[in-house]
């Protein structure tokens, strides 16, 4: 079974890939990462991140992808002896420079080359593999016959990963020069501002005062944004085709985000590694999927060639996901001693759980619990109790600690979060 490889923004959002099915996350220092507004990690976090998922047996890839100019080389090299020895297990690595100088500094480091690299043959494979590659991510824009291709004519040691879900770019594997262009923020060095997704308009010559804009109608659509990629109801083709390893995009999303899509891709790995040829897609891994912000959803360029369909999207904006209530902590660790004696901890309507709030949940509410292999589970918030033991109607504030009423067992980890 191919790898699951789920993106890691922060610590929070790294530990919420791990604990929901990650068998490995992708994650960027403070330098020289394609996702510079991230929150990323600093040198302490990031041996602190190695540590934490080397405790759980997982592995992490520290991303190295943009293209630093010749000044930038020493800056590089300083930071390459500062973390070589946090056992990392490999770097993600666009730019051959890059290349030889993680190679001088840090021989025994592992390889990925990152699909900012564009590899669309078996040929650029080879060629990476001979300079010491031990993976490749391929270029987006690649069919599923195309990479099936790729894996039959590399040598059976060189891997090979590819997207299966999150944003797409509308310029070829992510090269763009638009963001440096109109911001001078170079998306080639981690920078981008996402002008993709920008409005705009056309100005008629003798008309500067009256911009048309530029929208869906019968005669046009948004030229620059594209769809995201799902590929959830694809799983068997993709696991056939002999990807190493499935990749989430999305290093700027929320640690829900990053638990919601991990989960549903894990669920559907295991089901069909339980039973390939009585697989059977599931409807509520794709409803998981749709409760997270998106864009329209497509399946990439897996099964249509960018010129004939450039997967732009029709939509303005972004489908917005489900209000995520709070996570669960460990009801080990969080005093109930405070609460009333009159109130069972636990009865025939369920236990109370302690949770760290992310948005105001009320008394009444409908919603659900999600859980690492399961899918959201509804109930009502039928009690509210405040960290101090007192009844309160709801949880209003940012991070404050609350205890809910749930009919069915949670864990730490576990996600409350609206029903509709």
């Excluded at 507004?37 to 592995?59: G, I, M, P, T």
């Excluded at 078996?122 to 099936?148: D, F, H, M, P, Q």
């Excluded at 069909?272 to 999927?289: C, D, I, V």
């Amino acid at each position: 079974m191919p790898e699951l490889l789920s993106p890691a923004g922060n610590f929070e959002k790294m530990k919420a890939a791990l604990l929901y099915g990650a068998d490995a996350v992708y994650l960027a220092g403070n330098l020289f990462g394609m996702r510079s507004a991230a929150d990323n990690f600093s040198l302490e976090e990031l041996y602190a991140a190695s540590e934490y998922v080397h405790e759980r047996s997982k592995k992490m890839y520290l991303t190295l992808n943009t293209m630093p100019r010749g000044y930038e080389y020493a800056a590089l090299e300083r930071y390459l002896h500062e973390i070589k020895n946090a056992g990392i297990d490999a770097m993600i690595i666009a730019d051959l420079g890059v290349l030889d100088t993680v190679k001088r500094i840090i021989p025994d480091m592992e390889i990925h080359i990152s699909t900012q690299s564009s590899a669309v043959s078996a040929a650029a494979c080879r060629a990476y593999y001979n300079l010491g590659a031990k993976r490749v991510v391929l270029a987006r824009e690649l069919s599923l016959e195309e990479i099936i291709a790729i894996k039959q004519d590399i040598p059976s040691e060189l891997e090979i990963e590819a997207f299966v879900h999150g944003s797409m770019c509308v310029s070829y594997s992510g090269r763009c020069t638009l963001s440096n262009y109109l911001t001078g923020r170079d998306a080639n060095r981690g920078a981008c501002t996402q002008p993709c997704r920008w409005n705009y308009a056309l100005v008629e010559e003798k008309r500067p005062d009256v911009p048309l804009p530029i929208e869906q109608t019968p005669d046009g659509t948004f030229i620059f944004g594209s769809k995201d990629m799902c590929t959830i109801q694809h799983i068997p083709a993709l696991v056939e085709s002999g990807i190493d390893s499935f990749k989430i995009e999305g290093r700027m999303k929320s640690a829900y985000y990053t638990a919601v899509v991990t989960n549903a891709y894990r669920m559907a790995l295991d089901a069909y590694a339980a039973s390939p040829g009585e697989y059977k897609f599931n409807e509520a891994w794709l409803r998981e999927l749709e409760s997270v912000s998106h864009r329209e959803y497509c399946t990439g360029y897996y099964f249509d060639h960018p010129l004939e369909n450039a997967q732009l999207g029709t939509q303005n904006g972004y489908i917005r996901d489900k209000a995520y209530f709070a996570t669960a902590l460990d009801a080990e660790s969080v005093s109930m001693s405070k609460i009333s004696a009159e109130v069972e901890i636990e009865n025939e309507n369920g236990r109370l759980y302690p949770f760290i709030q992310r948005n105001k949940v009320s008394q009444g509410d409908m919603s659900e619990m999600i859980s690492p292999g399961k899918c959201g589970r509804e109930f009502c918030v039928s009690e509210l109790y405040s960290e101090k033991g007192e009844r309160i109607e709801s949880a209003p504030h940012p991070a404050m600690i609350f205890f809910a009423r749930v009919p069915f067992e949670v864990r730490e980890g576990d996600i409350m979060r609206a029903a509709n």
